[in-house]
């Protein structure tokens, strides 16, 4: 079982759509959650970065963690084209420690 | 503050050849990873640096990767005797190194392809 699943997409909406990104894993051992925005040719771009079991809101952006269901979620209100791109979950032990990665979802939202 | 920086964008050499990358972290932070990234696939742990001291090397770093960060300033990643199967993205990410929160910011990456 790998560390982390995560669906590869290809998730085409049409704009204004709300999107629901997901990620489950299976290392208890993770404490902090991160979701990462990547487009083509480009380094990943933090959107969200949290701690406990909720949700957290950040204008358009809402990550919500359950750990006891080891499934983290981003949902983004109101798609916009801009919005396409590959989107990365991360998880991380320790708060100053290396990252691991989902394989990422890539998002299209068309107009 | 213009964030993490590396040099070059893109590199493209032939198998056998030696390459250099240089990360250039957000000011003040301590704290700075590399990760390589193949296509389809999310960023993968190489090293990482607290100040000058590596801390820890995955074991996908093989005798031919070494980095440094002589100064506690930029970072160095450098492949002797590159193979094709060392084309990918390798990226540099950089934190304050904080306990508590500490998030990593990344830079653009470098290319590489091996011919």
């Known amino acids: 079982q790998k560390e982390v699943e995560q669906d590869p997409g290809p998730l085409s909406v049409p704009e204004g759509a709300i999107v629901s990104l997901n990620c489950t894993y299976s290392?208890?051992?993770?404490?902090?959650f991160m979701w990462y925005r990547q487009y083509s040719r480009k380094g990943p771009e933090l959107l969200m970065y949290?701690?406990?079991?909720g949700n957290k809101e950040d204008g358009r952006f809402t990550a919500q963690v359950d750990k006891s269901s080891k499934y983290i979620s981003l949902f983004i209100r109101d798609s916009q084209p801009s919005d396409s791109a590959t989107y990365l979950c991360?998880?991380?032990?320790?708060?100053?420690?290396?990252?691991?990665f989902g394989s990422g979802t890539r998002l299209l939202v068309r107009p | 503050d213009t964030g993490v920086s590396q040099d070059p964008r893109h590199k493209i050499t032939k198998r056998g050849q030696n390459v250099t990358f240089r990360c250039d972290p957000i000011s003040e932070h301590n704290r700075l990873y590399w990760y390589r990234q193949t296509l389809g696939q999310g960023p993968e742990f190489l090293t990482y640096?607290?100040?000058?001291?590596?801390?820890?090397k995955s074991r996908l770093l093989s005798d031919r990767f070494s980095a440094e960060r002589p100064k506690g300033s930029f970072s160095t990643l450098e492949i002797q005797r590159t193979e094709q199967g060392d084309s990918a993205m390798y990226l540099c990410?950089?934190?304050?190194?904080?306990?508590?929160?500490?998030?990593?910011?990344f830079g653009p990456g470098t290319r590489l392809t091996v011919t």
């Open positions: 290392n208890s051992a993770f404490q902090y």
């Open positions: 640096f607290q100040n000058e001291a590596q801390l820890e």
């Open positions: 949290t701690y406990s079991s």
């Open positions: 990410a950089s934190s304050l190194g904080l306990a508590g929160t500490d998030e990593q910011y």
């Open positions: 991360a998880f991380s032990m320790d708060s100053s420690y290396k990252l691991i």
